[in-house]
C-alpha cells in the first residue's frame, strides 16, 4: 500500500467514526450530565429521571434544599418543593462518605425516635390544595383518622400522601394519622 493509499484509508476511517458519532441519538441526562428540577412559586413539583436515585449536585435557589424536606426520591421519580431549584445528578452509592455526619456507606440513616405515629392536622381552605411537609419514611403509611369537614375527604381525591407529606385538597380537612417508619 502506499503513503496516499494509507492517507485516505485514514481519511476515510476518520470520516465514518465522525458520522457514526453524530447519528447517535441523544440520551437525556447521560453519565455525567444532570436533570433541572425546580419548585415554582414555592409549589411541590415531580421531574423524571433516568436513574434509582439522586443527589443534588448543584443548588439553584436562594432557598434551601434540603433533602427529605426540600427535595427527594420516591416511587414515582424526583420531587422538589418548598423553593428548590437545582441540578440533581446520579447517587453514587458505595462512596467514602465525604466527611458527612450520618452518612456512611449504606447511605443516610435515621436517627433514634425515628419509626414513630405523628397525628396531624391538614386543611383544605377555600377548597384549595393544601400540602403539609412531614417526612412519611419510605416504609411509612398515612391514614385519615379524624374528618374536620363537611366536605368528604376520599383518599386519592380529596386527600393522599407521598414521602413528604400528606395533602388536601376541595375542601377535605381533617386529623391524619402519620406512620412514619424507616
Not at 485516505?8 to 458519532?21: N, P, R, T
Not at 415531580?46 to 439522586?54: I, K, S
Not at 383518622?145 to 407521598?162: F, I, L
Request: glycine residues 16%; hydrophobic residues 30%; charged residues 25%.
Amino acid at each position: 500500500m502506499s503513503i496516499s493509499n494509507l492517507g485516505v484509508a485514514g481519511v476515510v476511517a476518520g470520516l465514518v467514526a465522525v458520522c457514526s458519532l453524530m447519528a447517535a441519538p441523544p440520551a437525556h441526562a447521560q453519565r455525567g450530565q444532570g436533570v433541572r428540577c425546580e419548585s415554582n412559586n414555592g409549589k411541590f413539583n415531580r421531574c423524571q429521571m433516568p436513574w434509582r436515585d439522586a443527589e443534588l449536585v448543584k443548588q439553584e435557589s436562594k432557598g434551601a434544599c434540603v433533602r427529605g424536606q426540600s427535595w427527594g426520591v420516591d416511587r414515582q421519580g424526583l420531587w422538589v418543593d418548598r423553593g428548590c431549584r437545582g441540578v440533581f445528578g446520579e447517587a453514587r452509592h458505595g462512596r467514602p462518605d465525604d466527611g458527612r455526619p450520618g452518612y456512611g456507606p449504606g447511605g443516610w440513616q435515621p436517627g433514634p425516635g425515628w419509626d414513630r405515629s405523628i397525628r396531624l392536622q391538614c386543611d383544605s381552605n377555600k377548597n384549595k390544595y393544601q400540602m403539609c411537609m412531614v417526612d412519611v419514611g419510605r416504609r411509612g403509611r398515612v391514614q385519615l383518622v379524624k374528618r374536620m369537614s363537611d366536605a368528604r375527604c376520599t383518599e386519592g381525591s380529596s386527600w393522599g400522601w407521598n414521602r413528604a407529606g400528606v395533602w388536601v385538597d376541595h375542601g377535605c380537612r381533617g386529623q391524619f394519622l402519620v406512620d412514619r417508619r424507616w
